[in-house]
């Protein structure tokens, strides 16, 4: 996917805080953009598709066929590792050293990032793509929170004060 824009919340800097790879990582986790190219078999998405990425999932664990991906039984290992779940990456540096570059299954902070299937999905190519990314960690927290904790459903209003570091756009 070639990168049109990307948010930022506080998941980006828990590796300066110890929570990720050792090592250099290209960060991003709220990409927005535009699908270059396929790998055999994708189907959800062709090549030229407006796509928000968002949590990456395996799609086979109880809770991937539950319908809750972001409680992915193999959440760490496919969003926290920085690399595939077979330890292997899309990234070196010059000298051919690997760079963790799958972070949230994405990496996108960079201008190209590759994600799976599964976490990319299709935006009506009309919507303004740089302003989406944080609708695949943010945006989706952030209405999580509202709809599901606080039952408060459609139709129904709230309000929020005190934006926290983590479920609202920067
Ligand atoms: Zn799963
Ligand atoms: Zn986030």
Do not use: K
Request: aromatic letters at 6%; proline letters at 9%; hydrophobic letters at 35%.
């Amino acid at each position: 996917m070639r990168v049109a824009g990307a948010g930022f919340c506080h998941t980006d800097v828990m590796p300066r805080e110890g929570s990720g790879p050792d090592g250099p990582i290209v960060l991003g986790h709220e990409g927005a953009g535009v699908v270059e190219a396929v790998g055999p078999g994708v189907t959800s998405v062709v090549v030229g598709d407006h796509v928000v990425l968002t949590v990456d999932s395996c799609g086979t664990c109880a809770r991937c066929d539950h319908g809750e991906p972001a409680y992915c039984e193999r959440v760490r290992e496919r969003n926290f590792a920085g690399f595939r779940a077979d330890g292997s990456t899309p990234m070196t540096d010059a000298a051919g050293a690997p760079v963790a570059a799958r972070w949230f299954g994405q990496s996108s902070f960079a201008s190209h990032a590759i994600a799976t299937e599964r976490n990319a999905v299709p935006v009506d190519p009309d919507l303004p793509l740089p302003l989406l990314g944080p609708l695949g960690c943010s945006m989706q927290t952030g209405a999580g929170a509202s709809s599901s904790s606080w039952t408060c459903g459609p139709g129904r209003a709230s309000s929020c004060s005190g934006p926290a570091r983590w479920g609202w756009p920067r």
